[in-house]
């Protein structure tokens, strides 16, 4: 199970707003030993969001999208999350409870505009203002104000997820190395092939003598051994390389 995050809005697409979601969610989940698998960002189209969330629900993802749940006509994320669903929107008794509990009975219009969700939706509660936001399966809609998009997104990993929290996060180590990209290829082959549980990155730098930065990441004893592997390859090719410090 991957973790995945979709961004809806054409403020962030427009640089009307700057998003700040992604950051966050990168801490909250390495808080808790998790990384983020991927990212999306989508403007306010019905038809992408719907072709959107439908390829997202097809996986067995946990997803965290934020924005457009709300009442507005530039807010198409519950009604499309519905069509993305195959089911109708309906009003949810507990989401009018909790915002009944917060405003008081008999809500206005736009309030309860904001208790029809997607039919058999749960929702999330909110901790700024009461008005929830709602979960599918493992896809979870927050609203796009940090203030509230955050707690309820801490919540979620700690009340659903805790399963997924790992006591020792993944470890990377970093070597730059003296070599160009094509003088490596057979070793990343043969990395790749004897490492499978690790994951290996390579940033090549612009400049007049050849620098890579050559990254391995994993759990901490599988990443001693291939950093291991590198290091050997290297100095037998007598490749100059130094491990970059954390």
């Not at 198409?76 to 195959?86: F, I, P, S, V, Y």
């Not at 006591?167 to 160009?180: F, G």
């Not at 003088?183 to 092939?193: G, K, N, W």
């Amino acid at each position: 199970m991957k973790t995945g995050l979709i961004v809806i809005g054409d403020e962030i697409l427009s640089g009307k707003r700057q998003d700040r979601h992604f950051a966050r969610t990168i801490e909250l989940l390495r808080e808790r030993g998790m990384e983020l698998g991927w990212c999306r960002i989508v403007g306010d189209d019905p038809a992408l969001i719907v072709a959107t969330l439908r390829q997202t629900m097809a996986s067995p993802d946990l997803v965290f999208s934020c924005g457009g749940i709300g009442a507005t006509p530039d807010d198409h994320t519950r009604l499309c999350a519905a069509r993305a669903a195959g089911v109708e929107l309906a009003r949810h008794p507990e989401a009018v409870a909790e915002m009944e509990a917060r405003f008081g009975p008999g809500l206005s219009p736009a309030r309860d505009l904001l208790a029809h969700l997607p039919a058999g939706s749960q929702i999330i509660p909110n901790p700024y203002n009461r008005v929830p936001g709602f979960s599918m399966g493992h896809h979870h809609f927050l609203p796009g104000f940090p203030e509230m998009a955050w707690p309820m997104m801490a919540w979620l990993l700690d009340h659903r997820y805790s399963h997924l929290h790992r006591a020792a996060p993944d470890s990377e180590r970093i070597l730059i190395v003296q070599a160009r990209e094509g003088e490596l290829l057979e070793m990343m082959e043969d990395f790749v092939a004897r490492y499978p549980a690790c994951r290996l990155s390579s940033l090549p730098e612009l400049g007049r003598e050849p620098v890579l930065e050559l990254g391995v990441r994993g759990a901490s004893a599988e990443v001693e051994a291939a950093l291991h592997y590198w290091q050997a390859g290297l100095t037998a090719r007598h490749i100059v390389w130094r491990e970059k410090s954390q």
